[in-house]
């Protein structure tokens, strides 16, 4: 019997809008299992599709191919796909089946969420999240069989060599995921109080090292949790008060922003990056951080500056707020941002690295205002773009990725990152 699937208290509606957006933007990995199933569903019997691979093989397997103009060969005229409309759901591939939800192992069951990569999750239209669990129940149960080590995985650890039980370890969640949750403070300085927190909590020996009996566990943790977030809001001071993020982290910043910012593949693909000396240079300008910005990402306007990122935007709307607190409530209480979901990173600087994803879709968010996008429409476009790399860009998951984090934590620039950039 596999794991329950649980749906998150935040809420969250999606449906399937038949944009077809993820049959262009993806490459979609498939099975032999797969492979063998389609290859038997008569597809030479179509005219369009004599003599046409279903298949291109890579350096990590199969995936689905793809017509010149960027769509899945199985996408049709209507934007539906055939697999889909001739026999049904279950025919398709699984990665096709599952998107845009995402569950999350958390030891005796599974966490839901979702890819706000996905318009019509960032635009929350459709039915609530719960509504979907029997089909998601139904995809766990196939992501069991597929990977078993995900059923009762050990708990992530907060840092190397500090484990808690799962159950302790979603409380924390549940904290962090209320401090964010509160709208009577601006969500830059939300941010900046979880940053506090996350250095706070750092090094507590929450499991009572070699006494048990002095263990922060259960309700305790919860109220500890509670007193630290009051410390931390306390401590936290308002963004007029910080000061910019230095020149080191600046650079570091917007080397990250280079990696959430492009796109190799499908409609929004970049064309400053073609080749190996056009990557090179775009990243030489992102690290000059000045002059016109690279084309990473067709989305990013003609003539956009780095200037045009860095001035003051004014604070979120109230709508833009809504979107980027239900966004990271959603990350935090699925837990995708630290552990498998996140390239192995542990809690706290899963955090930290989910924090970093504020400033860098506000920065985008300017970019594409400079350009003439409304301004709730550029942070919705943003969020997409940036939530489309986290925890699924393997250039996020290398060493020196991990690296730049805890040193723009280490320096304090994080905290100085999110003020800047939410002003």
Known sequence: MPMPVRSLPVAQNWDCSGCSACCRAYHVPVSAEERKRIDAQGWEAEPDLRGVPYFVAGRDGHRLNHRPDGACVFLGADNRCRIHAK?????????????????????????LGLRFAC??????????????????REYAALLEADTPAAVNAPPVPLEPGRVIPWADLLRLAAGVAGLLGDTALPLERRWRVVLKLAELCRGMQLDGGVNPKRAVTG??????????????????????????????????????????????????????????????????????????????????????????????????????????????????????????????????DGL?????????????????????????????????????NFGYNKLLGLGRQKWALRLLAGRGDAARLVAWYGR
């Open 119 to 136: 318009p019509t999750a960032a635009e929350d239209q459709g039915r609530p999240l719960a509504d979907h669990l029997p089909e998601a």
């Open 352 to 388: 930290v690295s989910l924090a970093l994803t504020f400033p860098a879709v506000l920065w985008l968010a300017r970019v594409l205002a400079a350009g003439g996008t409304d301004r709730d429409e550029a942070v919705t476009r943003a969020v997409r773009v940036v939530d489309d």
């Open 219 to 348: 309700n305790r943790l919860t109220e500890m949790v509670k007193a630290l977030g009051r410390a931390a809001a306390e401590e936290t001071p308002d963004a007029a008060e910080v000061v910019p993020p230095g020149r080191t982290g600046r650079l570091v910043f917007r080397q990250l922003l280079a990696v959430y910012v492009r796109k190799d593949h499908g409609p929004e693909k970049g064309s400053a990056q073609r080749g190996p000396l056009g990557r090179i240079a775009a990243a030489v300008r992102f690290a000059r951080g000045t002059g016109k910005v690279p084309k990473l990402n067709s989305l990013i306007p003609d003539g956009a500056t780095f200037a045009a990122a860095e001035g003051p935007a004014g604070g979120l709307s109230r709508q833009a707020d809504a979107l980027l607190t239900r966004y990271y409530r959603q990350k935090v209480e699925s837990l995708q941002f630290c552990g498998p979901t996140n390239f192995g990173v542990p809690f706290w």
């Open 87 to 111: 026999f049904g759901s279950p025919a398709k591939p699984l990665a096709c089946r599952v998107y845009p939800f995402l569950l999350v192992p958390a030891g005796d069951h599974w966490r």
